[in-house]
């Protein structure tokens, strides 16, 4: 009944168009469901099209439409990007001041997404994450503010290491980093450095290579964090202090080019409070235009220094903190669960490094340490490397390589959390010291840290429990990564008003040493 | 010229009062500035007074009007209670849907407080309180929920316990309990127990008791917290499901007889997330009802259970939170701090006790050790007390004598921080494990919890501080209650990027127990 009657839909469409004079042949592109249709119109290239010309289209699939704002790409050339909610035909119809761009028809056939395509990253289960598609998406995130402003050799160089790393999403800045000190080799405004530009006009050649950074890291799997708004620049090119108008119409442009790619991410700032010429209602506006320009609603926050911004607000669709003590034990990441009620990640914990400052000095035992604490609270952990290099080639400021030695650490780490209950590793028993995660009377994975416990007696808080029920375990050297199953079963009983214990009070061996986890799985 | 001005003022009011038809001779009452005054007018006692009469009444000093509402409090008799917010003379007239209690006028004379008449607790330096003069407020507080609902001589010894007790604040609540099992004296409304009430009609014996009771905690100098809604009726009497209409009549009955009283603070809920028949929204609306009425915007707050309110709330005035680990230790009970920019009280952090609940067997150690890790966070703690009983006698539940032996210990706690910085106690380096609160250059208060170190170099984190400068120093055993001085004093010079030390590297001496504190206090 439904197919016939969205056939019918389509058939009418088909037979309106057909009566109506189409300027040109009408376009058919076809895409992969959350893949990118790209529409190029030539336009008016007279004037200064950036501030002149409107574009948009509605893409419409029965009775779903999408609006979709396109960008001046330059050259007399005009874009509009759109990535099908859905698969199936969606025809669209462009709006425009300018006649040559107004009224254009045309068709965009979503196809069923290829392997590997899992669609947008969305908030799943009140506080995880999961693609579109429902496959869990367990956030195991670095960070590089100024990776796409380097050399092309370098950025090869990022690419390749990412793409045999153990991350799956990468912060990174959109306004090149003057703390660098080299000298970027494209700017987001036409114009001369350090400040000769026509904020009137974008630099589409600066966009184009961003954009096809961010399509890089797509294609091996890493979501895109773009981060909208930086402290680093402190004036010298001002990108940090651009006029309001100019800044809504960067933020309007970025989505209009950027939200098609389904790796996106909105973060609206890193260290936001260190951007001293901005007030919070700023902030707020600047979500409240990202959330209206994009018709995908990518997820959106923003990273703070010492103050923190108010991410109940109800266009923060996650938590992302920066905070040097709060992941170091699970008790402590978990307040911040308690308080938002929506996926949380520190995405700043410290860096793996031996920078004389405080923030970039971790061992990485202690790195790989806060992932663990952080799962175990059910929140997700950001790494990133401070390594002193005598060319300044620092993975925090620039990409290349790895220095340290966490991230196949980290690779293990996210192999046992992909291993986990799809819903997310959820507190098993919160303000009692109790280091489990899980699903009750399912699957438990605990985490000792830098304790060095010898043996862990076989108890379980109750929810869910019965007498009975029959259990496997592994000890997890999660610093060794070793996984070593222990030998037979644990069938439980009732011991006491929260807790059922192995029926025969067995225990299970540890060997004593810091960073060991355990995992109990039920049998059926 | 003011004063002038205001004359003339008083003059024209006197006069144009003078010329009005009086329904009676002028009232006049003096009381303190936030001291109470009452105004009784006889009125209708027919048909039902709680449902039919409207009473309110406007005061006013030159451009400043409050208006207040007034309640019907049985036998025929009306009143009207208004706390005086500034000194000097008060015009009121009175507002009703009866003649007889319509347009009465009179004056309320506003005398200079008395010693120890502060005015209600506010919000003070964003995280902190103090009374309206300005002196600091330090919440030391303490939950006996239902030693108001006991019998003469209990509340009599209740009353003398606290008069003794280092406590400036109590949570209590206006419901019964329950879970007390004995039946309380008087109930909120008409009727008789379990559920023959008449929920249009108020028991004004139950309020007056009450009342009595919040201005004897006023007279010992204890805030009363007042618990407006709890879930240990469970459905038995009723109070925790009653009819929305009923609730809003409930709320405004209590705000107008008990705003006037300036130790009041309102608490909307004791474990808010318990009471499964109210809505997150009802919250939202009894936040909002108490608001709108309450003229004198007394503190505003809500209690949970594992669900937490969104503090953030323009209409949430502090953080008042129950967590069982939260300050276990300062960097973790510094997170609400940041989240919401608001005086933070960890109302419920488990009791001192011997309960087979998990939350009610505490060591006094542990108690004591809270509210210390607390106050260096910045932060405020509650205490309370769950030791078993053959007779019930429980002080968290009904009042009596403490068993316990922190109540000294905080005692001796509120005597350190009252003797702190009047702009309350701040982090002093944040996320770097550095256990001092206190003010920059100015005063440092550390303290090392279950660590037992036998010294501390005199090491200070850098911010305010100068080389040259000179501090005096004293070692606290916060178990023992003894504050020993240092010999000598310390003068500092610059250590590395972030510390100044001891110019000869020295140590302070510490008796390598746990519970110890330091306090470091600038030379002038």
Same mark, same amino acid.
């Given at each position: ?8 839909c389509a ?9 109506l004079?189409a300027p040109?042949a ?18 008016p ?24 704002a396109?960008?001046?790409d ?9 990535m $099908? +909610?859905?698969?199936? @035909?969606w ?8 006649a040559? =761009?107004?009224? %254009?028809? !045309? ?8 392997a ?15 693609y ?21 050799a370098l ?15 990468l912060?990174?800045?959109?306004f ?16 001369h $450095? +350090?400040?000769?530009? @026509?904020?009137?006009?974008?630099n589409?050649e600066?966009f184009?290579? =961003?954009?096809? %950074?961010? !399509? ?11 981060i909208l ?11 940090d ?5 100019v ?10 080019r950027?939200?098609a ?18 007030t919070?209602?700023d902030w ?9 320009e994009?018709?995908?609603n ?12 108010n991410h ?11 905070s !040097?003590?709060?992941?170091?034990d ?5 307040l911040f ?16 490094g031996?920078?004389?400052?405080r ?9 790989v ?5 952080g ?8 790494h ?10 620092v ?15 980290l ?9 986990s209950p799809?819903?997310?590793l959820?507190?098993?028993?919160k303000?009692?010291?109790h280091p ?18 010898k ?6 808080f109750?929810t ?8 496997r ?10 996984v ?19 029926k025969?009070?067995r225990s299970i ?11 109990i799985?039920?049998?059926?």
């Amino acid at each position: 009944m439904r197919k016939l009657y969205l056939l019918a839909c389509a058939l009418a469409a088909s037979i309106a168009l057909a009566t109506l004079p189409a300027p040109a042949a009408l376009a058919q592109t076809t895409v992969e469901r959350w893949g990118r249709a790209e529409i190029a119109l030539p336009g008016p290239s007279s004037g200064n099209p950036f501030m002149e010309v409107d574009l948009s289209a509605t893409f419409r699939q029965g009775a779903q439409t999408v609006k979709v704002a396109g960008f001046y790409d330059g050259d007399g050339q005009y874009k509009i990007r759109f990535m $099908p +909610p859905e698969s199936g @035909d969606w025809e669209y119809e462009t709006h425009s001041n300018r006649a040559q =761009l107004n009224g %254009r028809k !045309g068709k965009v056939t979503a196809t069923a997404p290829s392997a590997g395509n899992h669609g947008p990253v969305r908030v799943h289960n009140t506080r995880h994450f999961a693609y579109e598609d429902g496959t869990p998406f367990w956030q195991v995130g670095t960070t590089s503010y100024a990776w796409a402003h380097q050399t092309e050799a370098l950025e090869q160089q990022t690419l390749k290491t990412l793409a045999a790393a153990p991350f799956n999403k990468l912060r990174m800045a959109i306004f090149p980093n003057h703390d660098d000190k080299n000298e970027p080799p494209r700017f987001p405004f036409a114009g001369h $450095p +350090p400040k000769a530009w @026509d904020l009137t006009r974008f630099n589409p050649e600066f966009f184009r290579h =961003l954009e096809r %950074r961010v !399509g890089q890291l797509g294609d091996i799997g890493i979501e895109a964090d773009l981060i909208l708004f930086h402290p680093y620049d402190k004036g010298y090119w001002g990108f940090d202090r651009l006029p309001a108008d100019v800044n809504q119409r960067y933020l309007r442009y970025v989505v209009a080019r950027l939200s098609a790619y389904r790796n996106v991410w909105w973060s609206m700032a890193n260290e936001f409070d260190f951007l001293k010429e901005k007030t919070m209602a700023d902030w707020d506006n600047y979500f409240q235009t990202v959330q209206r320009e994009d018709p995908y609603n990518h997820l959106r926050s923003i990273h703070n220094a010492f103050v923190f911004y108010n991410h109940t607000q109800p266009w923060v669709t996650h938590v992302s903190v920066q905070s !040097g003590a709060i992941a170091e034990d699970f008790e402590r990441a978990v307040l911040f669960r308690d308080v938002y009620n929506k996926p949380v990640v520190y995405d700043e914990v410290k860096y793996e490094g031996n920078f004389s400052r405080r923030w970039g000095q971790l061992k990485p035992e202690e790195m790989v340490l806060r992932f663990w604490e952080g799962a175990i609270a059910g929140t997700y952990v950001g790494h990133s490397e401070s390594y002193e290099d005598p060319n300044g080639m620092v993975w925090l400021a620039k990409g290349g390589t790895f220095k340290g030695s966490s991230p196949p650490r980290l690779a293990f780490f996210r192999k046992i959390l992909s291993e986990s209950p799809p819903e997310g590793l959820e507190p098993i028993d919160k303000w009692q010291n109790h280091p489990f995660a899980g699903k009750h009377a399912q699957y438990y994975l605990g985490y000792f840290g830098l304790g060095t416990p010898k043996d862990w007696p076989f108890v379980l808080f109750k929810t869910g429990l019965q007498d009975g029920m029959k259990f496997r375990a592994e000890v997890i050297d999660t610093w060794n990564m070793t996984v070593t199953p222990v030998d037979g079963t644990f069938e439980i009983v009732k011991r006491d008003n929260y807790t059922f214990a192995d029926k025969n009070g067995r225990s299970i061996a540890l060997p004593g040493r810091p960073y060991m986890a355990l995992r109990i799985i039920r049998i059926p």
